[in-house]
């Protein structure tokens, strides 16, 4: 069983849908949560970050981790064509040590 | 500009061929990483470095190797024992404190033939 499990999809959404992408996983050492965006050809990009547990907001973006259930969601609101791309999520326990990724879930967002 | 860079954008070698990868930041990280990214399997660790002349394996090191003489340069040698080497890689550098955010270069596409 691989530490972070996450649905590659694809999945297509029309613009203006609410998309929730979502990651399982087993280590319960884990304490920073983050999401990457990766455009096509491109390196990710940190799009947010979250320490333990709750919720984080930032524009059309929520992140929100539970770690009861093992299980974080990243949720864009009035979705745009701008934002199909690749997210991935990724975590770490604390100090240093690995950052561990999700498969990445391709998205696209259709006018 | 700060930023990490990788060179070159894309590189084609013959089987057989020992290749480098170049990966330079110039964010002050001691921290240094190189990924392999295949379709439908995420980023897979294969080197990374917490400090000059200090590096340990991932979880694919077979076929590679690398070396951290300087703190801005981590080049990824991809040599002719790696089984399978056409792939997208992408070199990052680690903030030192919280939340140990790690920043990516552009990556480089290679393709063996």
């Known amino acids: 069983q691989k530490e972070v499990e996450q649905d590659p999809g694809p999945l297509s959404v029309p613009e203006g849908a609410i998309v929730s992408l979502n990651c399982t996983y087993s280590n319960s050492a884990f304490q920073y949560f983050m999401w990457y965006r990766q455009y096509s050809r491109k390196g990710p990009e940190l799009l947010m970050y979250?320490?333990?547990?709750g919720n984080k907001e930032d524009g059309r973006f929520t992140a929100q981790v539970d770690k009861s259930s093992k299980y974080i969601s990243l949720f864009i609101r009035d979705s745009q064509p701008s934002d199909s791309a690749t997210y991935l999520c990724a975590m770490k326990g604390n100090q240093g040590g690995k950052l561990i990724f999700g498969q990445g879930t391709e998205l696209s967002v259709k006018p | 500009d700060g930023g990490i860079t990788q060179s070159p954008k894309y590189l084609f070698r013959k089987e057989g061929q020992n290749v480098t990868l170049s990966c330079e930041q110039n964010l002050n990280h001691d921290a240094m990483y190189w990924y392999r990214q295949d379709p439908g399997q995420g980023l897979r660790l294969i080197y990374y470095?917490?400090?000059?002349?200090?590096?340990q394996k991932g979880d694919i090191a077979e076929g590679y190797s690398v070396s951290r003489e300087k703190k801005e340069s981590f080049p990824l040698t991809v040599t002719s024992a790696q089984k399978n080497p056409t792939a997208f890689y992408l070199c990052?550098?680690?903030?030192?404190?919280?939340?140990?955010?790690?920043?990516f270069g552009p990556g480089t596409r290679l393709t063996v033939t």
């Open positions: 470095s917490q400090i000059v002349n200090d590096f």
């Open positions: 979250t320490y333990s547990s």
């Open positions: 990052a550098s680690r903030t030192g404190g919280p939340p140990y955010e790690q920043y």
